[in-house]
């Protein structure tokens, strides 16, 4: 009989695709999902690899929170704009009930779940429709507080989901260490009108705000 393995603390992610139904092509939905989940895991190394568990929904564990809010942002940059993607992310005890297949458990999971939750319910009200992400704290350990946590990922998915398709793949190849000048060339456009997109859509603000976030612990 297997023995449960207890994680005393890690940051569970829960990911789905918004909408899902209205995609046609599921297939091609699948594809995609497991060539970005396949990348985050070799960039983020989680605790447990982000894997598609049912549908269009994935998840994964991370050894800590700034960890987890920075997959979170690249994900969404990675699938978009085929997928739209929302994450619930939790902070709590982790059991390990079976290793093959991996069937996780417990208190840090209920968390991520209901902050999945929470970003259904804020993104309904249109003066948050732009939420994408949500984080809760499991009250039985202690961990990132929410609300600070919480307020900057509104104020992130507020500036993300005012972004144009092209301001969006700057944001990507510039999270990527990518320089101005090579998205410049990629993009066809002069380095003059890349700046003026990092100042003016506020990439430079969402990269300095996903830096201070990855340090959450």
């Known amino acids: 009989m297997a023995t449960k393995k ?11 695709v918004v909408r899902s139904r209205a995609i046609n092509d ?15 895991n070799e960039r983020f190394a989680p605790v ?4 598609i568990t049912v549908g269009d929904e994935y998840q994964g564990v991370f050894a800590d929170l700034g960890q987890a809010l920075g997959a979170s942002l690249w ?10 993607v929302r994450h619930g992310l939790g902070w709590g005890p982790v059991s390990v009930l079976e290793e093959e297949p991996r069937v996780e458990d417990g208190p840090g999971w209920w968390a991520a ?3 999945i939750d929470d970003v259904k319910r804020q993104a309904r009200a249109a003066a948050t429709r732009h939420a994408r992400t949500a984080y809760r704290l499991d009250e039985s350990v202690d961990g990132p507080a929410p609300a600070p946590v919480n307020a900057a990922l509104l104020l992130r998915d507020h500036l993300l989901g005012g972004l144009s ?18 998205l410049a060339a990629a993009e066809g456009i002069s380095g003059s009108a890349v700046s003026q997109r990092v100042r003016g859509d506020g990439l430079a603000v969402i990269l300095a705000a ?8």
């Open 6 to 16: 207890v994680i005393a603390s890690a940051a569970p992610l829960i990911g789905d």
């Open 26 to 40: 599921r297939r091609g939905l699948h594809r995609l999902l497991r060539a970005g989940l396949a990348e985050a």
């Open 48 to 51: 447990s690899a982000l894997r």
């Open 75 to 84: 994900l969404r940059l990675r699938l978009g704009p085929a997928a739209d």
């Open 113 to 115: 779940r209901a902050a």
């Open 165 to 182: 398709e092209r301001s969006v793949r700057l944001l990507a190849g510039l999270l990527d260490g990518a320089s101005q000048t090579e």
């Open 210 to 217: 996903s830096e201070l976030l990855g340090g959450v612990r």
